[in-house]
């Protein structure tokens, strides 16, 4: 059975930065797209990046563009989040999740999540 388990969450200050892990377990096809959400207290899960296998330009929301990066590794299975500038509003538990594509995981139309890492980013 595939699974999804995110790593590197944890306590920040305001202006740093973290790197979040996401490695996927078992028998899954390298051509599914892998993407990024976060749900803060209180507040509905949202997309924040997106990448295909291969070339293909990543996909950010605008909260994120520009801090944060995502990343993939079909070799070793495991997509990255690079997170930079961290800011207090950034506070929420971060998912990784896969989808048949980019634009269907930023509509939230995702197979397979996660079980989610926290980020607190203190001011």
């Known amino acids: 059975q595939v699974r999804l388990e995110e790593s590197g969450g944890g306590l920040v200050q305001a202006g740093g930065s973290l790197r979040l892990s996401c490695a996927a377990f078992?028998?899954?096809?390298?051509?599914?797209?892998r993407g990024w959400f976060r749900q803060a207290p209180g507040k509905e899960r949202e997309f924040l990046a997106g990448?295909?296998?291969?070339?293909?330009?990543?996909l950010y929301a605008d909260s994120v563009k520009g801090r944060f990066t995502i990343s993939r590794d079909d070799a070793t299975k495991t997509t990255y989040l690079q997170m930079n500038s961290l800011k207090p509003e950034d506070t929420a538990i971060y998912y990784c999740?896969?989808?048949?594509?980019?634009?269907?995981?930023?509509?939230?139309?995702?197979?397979?999540w996660g079980q989610g890492t926290w980020v607190t980013v203190s001011s």
């Open positions: 078992g028998r899954t096809y390298k051509y599914y797209a």
């Open positions: 990448i295909y296998y291969g070339d293909g330009d990543p």
């Open positions: 999740a896969r989808g048949d594509s980019v634009a269907a995981i930023s509509r939230g139309s995702v197979d397979l």
